[in-house]
């Protein structure tokens, strides 16, 4: 399996003549991107060969003595630039958005892109330098800040196309390194349903015979309720138009850190989980979500078009995705339609099961459950093929093809109870339940996962 990630490293241009190039070569792609937008938007080219016919030999007669892929990535930056702002426009003439959207402008524009044949890194001991060939046989070096963490994530890893960044007066580097991971097939599993505020969880072992339903939160719609009222105060209280731009941006950017922190946090949470049980990961298939989303956004189906908008799925799943792999471990997908709505015990599938948003209650045979948990247990039966049946009050799993069958302890969905996982050190925790001593324990008492997570908390 391949996996794709930044690293952002900071650069130090080796000489002063090596700073001049560099702000030198910022203002000529901003120049080029430019031009190219001029063109884009005067032919309403939308395709990229459209577009390479009408600016590739244009630009590069206009300026000859800049490396061929810095033309090339500033048409397709300003193709980019140009089809967002269509979107917008449609959204606008359609009465979706309020204010009609400005034109793209190069004037924010603070990166340049890097084509792989534009840069490469050379090592020298313990030194490493950057250089890029800006054309004419031109190159600009910097000295590139390795701290450990990026080097281990060098190592063995392909470059792809990167960028520069030009941030808060210095120069950084989103070096894109791909690489490609083998996974191994563990046996436990983890299936996992994904919702805008939480996750929930179906862990089986079946190494020792037990699994666990719990959840983790993340409240991402209470982060952006708050922001969204924080939004509305400056629109109504602040006239100058800069200054209300400016704290729209400040405010945009720190609820964007709050949500992304929390994925990761949650991600990686997972991933700690997934290694410590040795499980493979299985979620609901996203590729319609993911693939393309942009068109399909505009579904008729209501909700869908909120979950979207209020939380971002793909990046999560993405993010899932490279951390499980980072550990070797590998990532299933199962069709997950109607699995919050089905009867994971007699099948009864209708959409009356679902009495709220939190809460299953079968009407057939009255099986109660959390919905998301009852999604878990769906997936698990539609991917092994197993079944979730009820002895002596508890759920229990059976496998078709290995013939186990395994209890299910389940964690309170009580969000007061687990929210503050995240803000705890989610690596240590974890790592403390995986010990087989507090194993033993949860087993024998029939404790809630969670409750456990709180007990270690006070403990510690
Ligand atoms: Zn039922």
């Given at each position: 399996m391949e996996i794709r990630k930044t690293l952002k490293l900071k650069l130090i241009p080796l000489t002063k003549?090596?700073?001049?190039?560099?702000?030198?070569?910022?203002?000529?792609?901003?120049?080029?991107?430019?031009?190219?937008?001029?063109?884009?938007?005067?032919?309403?080219?939308?395709?990229?060969?459209?577009?390479?016919?009408?600016?590739?030999?244009?630009?590069?007669?206009?300026?000859?003595?800049?490396?061929?892929?810095?033309?090339?990535?500033?048409?397709?930056?300003?193709?980019?630039?140009y089809k967002s702002y269509r979107r917008l426009l449609r959204r606008w003439e359609r009465g979706k958005l309020r204010g009609k959207p400005s034109q793209p402008t190069v004037n924010e524009l603070r990166v340049v892109d890097l084509h792989i044949d534009t840069f490469r890194i050379e090592q020298n001991g313990h030194i490493y330098v950057f250089r890029v060939s800006r054309g004419s046989g031109q190159s600009i070096r910097f000295i590139m800040l390795m701290y450990n963490y990026a080097l281990n994530q060098l190592w063995g890893a392909r470059i792809g196309n990167?960028?520069?960044?030009?941030?808060?007066?210095?120069?950084?580097?989103?070096?894109?390194?791909?690489?490609?991971?083998?996974?191994?097939?563990?046996?436990?599993?983890?299936?996992?349903?994904?919702?805008?505020?939480?996750?929930?969880?179906?862990?089986?072992?079946?190494?020792?015979?037990f699994a666990t339903l719990f959840s983790i939160r993340y409240n991402v719609s209470r982060i952006r309720i708050s922001y969204r009222n924080i939004r509305r105060g400056i629109q109504k209280k602040v006239d100058d138009p800069y200054v209300r731009n400016r704290l729209l941006a400040k405010?945009?950017?720190?609820?964007?850190?709050?949500?992304?922190?929390?994925?990761?946090?949650?991600?990686?949470?997972?991933?700690?989980?997934?290694?410590?049980?040795?499980?493979?990961?299985?979620?609901?298939?996203?590729?319609?979500?993911?693939?393309?989303?942009?068109?399909?956004?505009?579904?008729?189906?209501?909700?869908?078009?909120?979950?979207?908008?209020?939380?971002?799925?793909?990046?999560?799943?993405?993010?899932?995705?490279?951390?499980?792999?980072?550990?070797?471990?590998?990532?299933?997908?199962?069709?997950?339609?109607?699995?919050?709505?089905?009867?994971?015990?007699?099948?009864?599938?209708?959409?009356?099961?679902?009495?709220?948003?939190?809460?299953?209650?079968?009407?057939?045979?009255?099986?109660?459950?959390?919905?998301?948990?009852?999604?878990?247990?769906?997936?698990?039966?539609?991917h092994n093929d197993g079944m979730v049946a009820i002895s002596g009050g508890r759920i229990m799993l059976i496998t078709h093809e290995a013939g186990q069958v395994v209890p299910v302890y389940e964690a309170s969905y009580d969000p007061t109870k687990n929210e503050w996982v995240l803000r705890g050190k989610p690596v240590l925790i974890i790592s403390k339940i995986t010990q087989t001593t507090k194993i033993t324990q949860l087993m024998s008492t029939g404790n809630h996962i969670l409750s456990l997570f709180s007990d270690l908390e006070t403990r510690s």
């Open positions: 003549r090596d700073k001049a190039e560099v702000v030198k070569l910022f203002k000529e792609y901003r120049v080029l991107v430019k031009d190219a937008l001029q063109i884009i938007m005067a032919s309403d080219a939308r395709s990229r060969k459209r577009t390479h016919d009408l600016c590739y030999r244009v630009l590069r007669e206009k300026y000859p003595h800049i490396h061929n892929k810095f033309v090339e990535e500033a048409y397709k930056r300003a193709l980019a630039m990167s960028k520069l960044l030009f941030d808060g007066g210095e120069i950084y580097l989103l070096l894109t390194i791909v690489k490609d991971v083998e996974t191994r097939l563990a046996r436990n599993k983890f299936y996992i349903d994904v919702n805008e505020d939480s996750v929930a969880a179906l862990l089986i072992d079946f190494d020792r015979g405010y945009g950017a720190e609820e964007r850190n709050k949500v992304e922190d929390r994925l990761k946090k949650t991600v990686h949470t997972l991933g700690e989980v997934a290694e410590n049980f040795d499980a493979n990961l299985v979620r609901e298939g996203l590729r319609d979500l993911r693939n393309n989303g942009r068109r399909k956004r505009k579904s008729k189906n209501k909700k869908l078009n909120y979950r979207l908008e209020t939380f971002p799925y793909s990046k999560f799943s993405t993010y899932l995705d490279t951390e499980l792999v980072e550990r070797k471990l590998t990532v299933e997908e199962v069709d997950a339609r109607g699995t919050s709505i089905t009867c994971p015990i007699c099948r009864y599938s209708d959409k009356r099961n679902r009495v709220d948003r939190e809460t299953f209650r079968c009407g057939k045979c009255g099986f109660t459950l959390n919905a998301h948990y009852v999604a878990c247990l769906n997936l698990f039966s539609r």
